[in-house]
T-cell receptor, first 116, second 111 residues
């Protein structure tokens, strides 16, 4: 069975500082990987996805993520955070690009706090 | 463009009462549809999945059921709510090889 671990429940970063959110997955084959962001009381918005090809993927809002097969990781990064980036971030893995019969398996999320 | 609508946005129900949450998708045909539940401090748990009208797959045994009476309509139901059914319910859709897109969710509180 596939699983996703986000080891940091909370992360606090100063505005303008760089950010890295960690994600490790367990899956027997090449996975489809996703990062979603959730603002309080809202649904999830897709930040970026990895399907194949270049292991460094660019997303919206200045985020990027790097797929490292040897480390089973898909960490999310941003060079300079803005106060509006404060939210909950979820890493997810799927057997199919659209989720398929298994849907997506999500990590428990990382709550990002931005200090002024 | 495709859009997804969920309603209601919030709902407060007594224990033992019935439930009906609705999700509709516009701008696409024959989407895969999903219901997830998000409990406080936890990630998202897939509840139901549907590839077409009348085709429902359940991921976990529970007090809830789902139906898909129309191509772009997905309904989450219960005959008698339990306290443990409280949570944030999210509907999502996907087509072919595209990622899942989520609605804004329904906050369900059971009293």
């Amino acid at each position: 069975a596939q699983s996703v671990t986000q080891p940091d429940i909370h992360i606090t970063v100063s505005e303008g500082a760089s950010l890295e959110l960690r994600c490790n997955y367990s899956y027997g084959a090449t996975p489809y990987l996703f990062w979603y962001v959730q603002s309080p009381g809202q649904g999830l918005q897709l930040l970026l996805k990895y399907f194949s090809g270049d292991t460094l993927v660019q997303g919206i809002k200045g985020f990027e993520a790097e797929f490292k097969r040897s480390q089973s990781s898909f960490n999310l990064r941003k060079p300079s955070v803005h106060w509006s980036d404060a939210a909950e971030y979820f890493c997810a893995v799927g057997r199919y690009s659209g989720g398929g019969a298994d849907g997506l398996t999500f990590g428990k999320g990382t709550h990002l706090i931005i200090q002024p | 463009s495709q859009t997804i609508h969920q309603w209601p946005a919030t709902l407060v129900q007594p224990v033992g009462s019935p439930l009906s949450l609705e999700c509709t998708v516009e701008g696409t045909s024959n989407p895969n549809l999903y219901w997830y539940r998000q409990a406080a401090g936890r990630g998202l748990q897939l509840l139901f999945y549907s590839v077409g009208i009348g085709q429902i797959s359940s991921e976990v045994p529970q007090n809830l059921s789902a139906s898909r009476p129309q191509d772009r309509q997905f309904i989450l139901s219960s005959k008698k709510l339990l306290l443990s059914d409280s949570g944030f319910y999210l509907c999502a859709w996907s087509v072919r090889d595209q990622p899942q897109h989520f609605g804004d969710g329904t906050r369900l509180s059971i009293l």
